[in-house]
């Protein structure tokens, strides 16, 4: 079984498109296994280095990059909204503000697999997004502009 911590911090080093990627293909590999019998969803399945390996497919990026506009919403109301009254998702910006990131992906993966019933690697993979977009754009300034680029509730 893969360490964890080393995990999140390989893939923070990855940059966004890549994550994307990985996100892309983790989603084919799921959707071939319905039954979900296989090891798709497990931390041990995600190949960190896959991106380096072979040309970036537009169509699996785009299913990555639709996955997170899918679940933007919840990630946003996990992670901007219930800062005073959800001291889970407080500690894990604390973390990326005290510049924890491998910490904060830890913290946060295993709320967006409980919150948005995503696979664990799944999970993993959006955290890591999620907390390098925290940590370069700077949490306040994410939060804002996250927040204006959500569909309005009346649409």
Known sequence: ?????????QLLELDEESLELQ????????DSDPNGTGEASTLDSIDVDVAARAPINPELLA????LLKRVSAGLFDLICNPLTSDPESKKVIDDVLDQQYTRAAALLAPMLVSALNLAPAVAVLIATLVVKKLAIAGYKELCKSWKASLPSQDS
């Open 23 to 30: 996100l892309g293909m983790k989603l084919e590999e799921l």
């Open 1 to 9: 079984m893969k360490d964890y911590n080393e995990l999140v911090e």
């Open 63 to 66: 299913t990555g990059q639709k």
